[in-house]
């Protein structure tokens, strides 16, 4: 062989090694560069623990896929192959794609031999997510008993806890992040683990669980949002545990620290309901005017507003000033998770305001038609004026309802609210509000352990409103006989007559109706009859007289905010086809 062959030889061996090198360095670096997503995807992901998936976190699952997908395609001897398509699996689940990544992991099974173990882990989350999860538990339970591998074995647990989750068992469900913290030995994972068991914990109201969870997150956790809102969280704790030594010290000392700055308008919040739990207003309010200064257009400043919007409520019975605090929730940070309450106890501060109002002018005009009618001669007149009282006494004991609501089950003053309903039952025997307000004094008393009052009311009740449901509510709650003309017992003979003769049935829900108007069973005997009436029967005159009556009677109540809808668009065909018919 000559020197020029032996050069030319050894050139041709270079280029192809060359050329073996390059391929080998390409499926690589690009099979480098999936993993190296996958790795930033979970990151993101486990941050996240309990909530959505951040769209950032499945583009990176997206292109985890795409690179995997192109060593499997160009590459399709190289060792890289298997991890790859255990990669696409990954993602594809993470990305809610279950059913491909169901297909994935069985062809896994079927053409694999290494990590099939971790193959069926993830057929079984797929399974779980396909709408088995008990199949998917059983699997699950039966890995744990199988497995060695501790960090195998804590993502088993916290897959576990999952899918309790997602089937409402919470206590399975931290029992199972607990073993899954555990048996995890990596600190950034261990401390989102624990994340998820404080909130469990507290949700639970398990506090010194929640206390000691809180505490590991603080130690193990890398994230600095997380060990922030775990140290607030403490606070939180100790404070309705009743160590209020404590959280004066942890507060005093975190406020010091830069390294809490943005948790201080929280800590500053805690103290002020620290100072509300010990009943020092003076101090609680001198706190909140200096955190609404500090804190200006913020989710704390918010807080703040609200809080002393209820000590303006609930302590002092101002209600000027608490509508003022009420309302500025909203313009301080509309995002805040007080606005709804806010907002609602700004509209029943008006409603309270409107109703004392309306029962000074409603007296005031009483009184002038009584003086009036003592002067009048006039039988036609006379009779006008006697309906304008009638008509002023239903409009004054609806007015005073509204307050003695409010004031009891809004307010925090039961005690002040019986005036209204005792006026109710002494003046107003008359009015469709008279049960609702016995009913409503009974009940106070006998939360209030004044089982005296409450005997005598419960016998007046029974004795003087025998069909009505809460007469059925007391001979339940005292093991008495059922009164077969009550409405319960009414409902429940409708119930049965449905069954063999819906004809026959109606008549049992109009009765309801006509026995006690303004009880929740007379509210559900409407909706049934407007429901059937309208899809049932295809009566829709008679649907829409119940709808309406629904809709009049009973306007805020569950079964007429169901139908509003259907009633408003029942409303529209009634009104065009009464339209049509008088062109015609």
């Known amino acids: 062989m000559t020197c020029k062959q032996q050069i030319c030889n050894l050139s041709r061996l270079i280029i ?24 930033k995807a979970e990151k993101q992901r486990l941050e996240k623990a309990g909530e959505s998936i ?8 997206g292109k985890v896929i795409d690179k995997s997908q192109f060593v499997i395609d160009k590459y399709p001897e190289s060792k890289y192959v298997v991890k790859a398509m255990m990669l696409i699996g990954k993602s594809r689940f993470h990305r809610k794609e279950y059913r491909i990544a169901e297909t994935i992991f069985k062809q896994y099974i079927e053409t694999n ?18 709408g088995k999860p008990q199949p998917a538990l059983d699997v699950l339970q039966s890995m744990l008993e199988k497995s060695l591998d501790s960090k195998f074995i804590s993502s088993i647990h916290l897959s576990i806890a999952e899918i309790y989750l997602d089937t409402d068992n919470a206590p399975m469900a931290l029992e199972h992040l607990i073993l899954a913290a555990e048996t995890n030995n990596d600190r950034n994972e261990r401390g989102q683990i624990y994340y998820r068991i404080a909130e469990l914990a507290y949700d639970a109201g398990k506090l010194e669980q929640a206390l000691t ?17 775990a140290n607030l969280q403490i606070v939180r704790i100790h404070r309705m545990l009743g160590n209020w030594d404590k959280v004066k010290s942890l507060i005093k000392t975190m406020l010091l620290d830069n390294i809490y700055t943005s948790i201080h308008g929280g800590l500053e919040l805690e103290l002020v309901k620290l100072y509300q739990m010990n009943k020092q207003i003076d101090e609680a309010i001198t706190r909140i005017e200096s955190i609404k200064e500090d804190y200006k257009n913020s989710k704390t400043s918010a807080e703040a507003y609200f ?17 003022k605090y009420f309302s500025q929730v909203t313009r301080e940070f509309r995002q805040s998770e007080y606005t709804s309450t806010a907002n609602l106890r700004a509209r029943e501060i008006t409603k309270y305001l409107e109703s004392l109002d309306e029962l000074k002018t409603l007296n005031e005009n009483i009184l002038q038609i009584t003086t009036a ?15 304008e009282v009638v008509d002023a006494r239903v409009s004054i004991s609806g007015h005073l309802y509204n307050l003695g609501e409010l004031e009891a089950f809004h307010f925090k003053r039961q005690d002040s609210s019986l005036v209204y309903f005792q006026k109710i039952v002494e003046e107003f025997p008359e009015s469709e509000f008279y049960s609702k307000s016995l009913f409503v004094l009974y009940y106070i008393n006998y939360t209030h352990n004044k089982m005296e009052i409450a005997d005598v009311l419960s016998k007046r009740i029974l004795d003087e409103l025998p069909s009505s449901e809460y007469a059925d509510y007391l001979r339940k709650s005292l093991d008495l006989p059922v009164d077969e003309g ?11 007559e449905w069954l063999i003769n819906p004809n026959n049935a109606l008549t049992y829900y109009k009765n309801i109706i006509l026995k006690d108007s303004q009880s929740e069973t007379a509210s559900r005997a409407a909706y049934f009859l407007a429901y059937n009436y309208d899809y049932t029967f295809y009566e829709p005159d008679s649907a829409f007289k119940y709808y309406s009556w629904l809709n009049e009677n009973h306007g805020k109540s ?5 139908s509003k809808i259907r009633y408003e668009i029942l409303q529209q065909i009634l009104i065009k086809a009464e339209a049509d018919s008088l062109e015609n």
């Open 373 to 387: 009618l003592d002067t009048l001669d006039n039988d036609s007149l006379q009779s006008i004026h006697e309906n």
């Open 213 to 229: 969870a809180n505490a590991e997150v603080v130690k193990n956790t890398t994230s600095k949002k997380r060990k922030e809102a």
């Open 54 to 61: 951040p769209p950032s976190a499945i583009d990176a699952y």
């Open 558 to 562: 569950d079964q007429a905010l169901a």
């Open 16 to 39: 192809v090694i060359s050329l073996f090198l390059f391929s080998s360095c390409a499926y690589f670096n690009t099979f480098y560069n999936a993993q190296e997503y996958f790795e």
């Open 113 to 130: 031999t290494d990590e099939v173990e971790n193959a069926e882990y993830w057929l079984a989350l797929c399974k779980w997510k396909l």
């Open 486 to 496: 009550s409405v319960q017992a009414l409902l429940r003979q409708g119930e049965l």
């Open 307 to 323: 809080i002393h919007g209820e000590i303006a409520l609930y302590d002092h019975w101002n209600l000027d000033d608490a509508d």
